[in-house]
């Protein structure tokens, strides 16, 4: 009995390490034919072919900064009170003309003093001119002697130089009395009255900001290797994403003649710093923007793009195709099917394709999918996709 119980476990323990082992088989077996699929496997993708493309490079700016160097303070040449503002915030006025009038009580009165000492340095001339002439006649006949001729000649002199100064101090009168009318130092708008009608202001205090906005400036910081392709004069153009946002500063909205998201503006770039013969790792690039239809003020805007008016043939692929936000690599499909991710270096952009500087070249195939999951050597089959598989 006890070798029969022995002989059953020995059984049990055989057929248990057997079923272990056949388990052990047949996983290995799917293992296998599950790599044999995979390797056989291709993934269907859609690419584009790199080639040669008319770009106008654009740049899509978070937000521009515009500022004038075209602005300048009205100022109070003298004392005095306003007595009338002939501006209003806002509008237009030309260099030289009057937006501000002043009174100094005190300059009328200082002028008929000053009439008062020309009539009576004019009275004290006329009597030395005659006296030195008398005087002048006894001399030629030796009726007076040197000296009182001396003091006679002095005494007419010194009455031509106090009728001048006299007329000195009246003329400077005139030019504060002229001062009274306080005038627009540039062409542009009234942006700011510092001072209200009635108000008493000291000689030197601002009374108003004009500004001129037809011409505004932004600045980049570019890469040499990117402003070198650019040039003082080359010419973009610029426009916003968001027209809520193009709002007159000081409180006023659009001028006539909105376009809201289709309004463009001409852009020249008006300077590069450093030069671009001199050595440097990062340029700033200033732009100037075209603002005779009034719209933009000095202020910052968000969502701008920037659109180079130059066509230039590049060498392209779908921005798509960039597998990181830096644009550094892509996924080659290489003659064998396969996938090969390359280290690329790229330019200009237009928003829909970039340009290769290197690491691909010229009638390679890159892939446009969604790139998660894929990896050097895995076998696709691609299709060509926006006109390049023609």
């Given at each position: 009995m006890k070798k029969l119980y022995m002989l059953g476990l020995v059984l049990i323990?055989?057929?248990?390490?057997?079923?272990?082992?056949?388990?052990?088989?047949?996983n290995k077996s799917g293992e296998n034919q599950i790599t044999e699929r995979m390797s056989n496997r291709t993934i269907p993708l859609q690419g584009a072919k790199a080639q040669m493309r008319d770009m106008h490079?654009?740049?899509?700016?978070?937000?521009?900064?515009?500022?004038?160097?075209?602005?300048?303070?009205?100022?109070?040449?003298?004392?005095?009170?306003?007595e009338d503002i002939k501006v209003s915030k806002n509008s237009n006025v030309h260099k030289g003309e009057v937006i501000f009038t002043l009174v100094n009580d005190e300059i009328p009165l200082k002028i008929q003093q000053a009439d008062s000492s020309i009539a009576k340095a004019e009275a004290q001339l006329a009597n030395a001119k005659n006296n030195y002439a008398r005087y002048t006649r006894l001399r030629e006949r030796d009726a007076t002697s040197i000296e009182k001729f001396d003091e006679a000649q002095m005494a007419y002199f010194a009455s031509e130089a106090a009728l001048k100064e006299a007329q000195t101090i009246k003329e400077q009168l005139l030019v504060q009395s002229a001062r009274q009318d306080v005038l627009a130092p540039i062409d542009g708008e009234i942006l700011i009255l510092y001072r209200q009608q009635g108000a008493y202001v000291q000689a030197g205090t601002p009374i108003a900001l004009v500004g001129n906005f037809n011409e505004l400036l932004f600045s980049l910081p570019v890469e040499d290797r990117h402003a070198q392709r650019f040039s003082?004069?080359?010419?973009?153009?610029?426009?916003?994403?968001?027209?809520?946002?193009?709002?007159?500063a000081y409180d006023?909205?659009?001028a006539a003649g909105n376009r809201g998201d289709a309004q463009v503006f001409d852009v020249t770039i008006k300077e590069i710093v450093p030069e671009l013969d001199e050595p440097a790792s990062?340029?700033?690039?200033?732009?100037?923007?075209?603002?005779?239809?009034?719209?933009?003020?000095?202020?910052?805007?968000?969502?701008a793009k920037l659109v180079s008016e130059d066509t230039r043939r590049l060498l392209a692929v779908p921005l798509a195709a960039m597998i990181d936000t830096n644009r550094s690599a892509v996924f080659v499909v290489t003659g064998e099917g396969t996938l090969e991710?390359?280290?690329?270096?790229?330019?200009?952009?237009?928003?829909?394709?970039?340009?290769?500087?290197?690491?691909?070249?010229?009638?390679?195939t890159v892939v446009t999918s969604a790139s998660e999951g894929l990896e050097n050597g895995t076998k696709v089959t691609v299709t060509l996709v926006g006109g390049d598989g023609k």
């Open positions: 323990l055989l057929f248990a390490v057997a079923m272990i082992g056949y388990g052990a088989w047949l490079p654009t740049l899509f700016l978070e937000t521009v900064n515009l500022y004038s160097n075209d602005m300048a303070d009205a100022i109070a040449l003298i004392d005095g009170r306003i003082p004069g080359d010419r973009a153009q610029l426009s916003f994403t968001n027209n809520q946002i193009l709002r007159k006023t909205d659009y990062l340029r700033k690039v200033i732009f100037e923007v075209d603002n005779r239809v009034g719209l933009l003020e000095q202020q910052t805007y968000t969502g991710r390359r280290a690329v270096r790229t330019g200009a952009d237009d928003g829909v394709y970039v340009e290769i500087l290197s690491g691909v070249g010229a009638g390679e």
